[in-house]
Structures are given as structure tokens and as C-alpha cells.
């Protein structure tokens, strides 16, 4: 049974900053593409970033957050700076084994697993 766990989470005020990590469990795999989503206090879940071969970001964290991946130890993580308010949020993370097409990476329904999310709250 694989597990995905985020943690890393917390408040902070605008303009600092967060790691956000995943850790895969269960059995010792690499999965070939991994992402990041986030869902705002009634809103839908959006796409943050994504690593399938490449790696890409949503136009509203680009040059903010990094993605970046440590399959050794089955970890990803998301690093965010510059917060904003506009970034409050519940954070996933999701996986799926096999290759996928870059844009794809940007859907929910690309990943087979996810994290239970862990609360960014950004103050102003």
C-alpha cells in the first residue's frame, strides 16, 4: 500500500517563506511523475507544480516556489518563498507511476496518489 505524507505546513506571514515535503512509503519506488496541488477555502483544487521529466509551474508561483525531488529518498519537496496571502491554502501531493505527457501534469486526474494535505495559511 503506498502512502503519500505532507508535511511542513504552518502560518507565516506574507513574503516568508515554507518547505513543504512528501515522503512515499510503503514500498521503495520511484514514481515517474509527481505534482503539487493546492485548495483554497471554497475553491477548487488547483495545479501548483509538477515533475514528469520536466519540471513545470502554475503562472501564479513561477520564479515563487521550486519543486524538487530526492528519489532516494522517496521525498519531494516544494520549496515557496515570497508568500502571499493569495497562497493560503491545503497542499497536496500526488504520484503516479508510468510516463505521462508533460501537459497532463497539470491534472488531477493524471495522479493515482495522494497526500492527506498539509494547511499553508499566509497572513497579511
Known amino acids: 500500500q503506498v502512502q503519500l505524507v505532507e508535511s511542513g505546513g504552518g502560518l507565516v506571514q506574507a513574503g516568508g517563506s515554507l518547505r513543504l515535503s512528501c515522503v512515499a512509503s510503503?514500498?521503495?519506488?520511484?514514481?515517474?511523475?509527481m505534482g503539487w496541488f493546492r485548495q483554497g477555502p471554497g475553491q477548487v483544487r488547483e495545479f501548483v507544480a509538477g515533475s514528469g521529466g520536466s519540471t513545470i509551474y502554475a503562472d501564479s508561483v513561477e520564479s515563487r516556489f521550486t519543486l524538487s525531488r530526492d528519489n532516494v529518498k522517496n521525498t519531494m519537496y516544494l520549496q515557496m518563498n515570497s508568500l502571499k496571502p493569495e497562497d493560503t491554502a491545503v497542499y497536496y501531493c500526488?504520484?503516479?507511476?508510468?510516463?505521462?505527457?508533460?501537459?497532463?501534469?497539470?491534472?488531477?486526474?493524471?495522479?493515482?496518489?495522494w497526500g492527506q494535505g498539509t494547511q499553508v495559511t499566509v497572513s497579511s
Open positions: 510503503g514500498q521503495i519506488i520511484n514514481f515517474y511523475a
Open positions: 500526488a504520484a503516479k507511476w508510468g510516463r505521462t505527457a508533460i501537459s497532463t501534469l497539470r491534472t488531477a486526474d493524471t495522479y493515482a496518489y
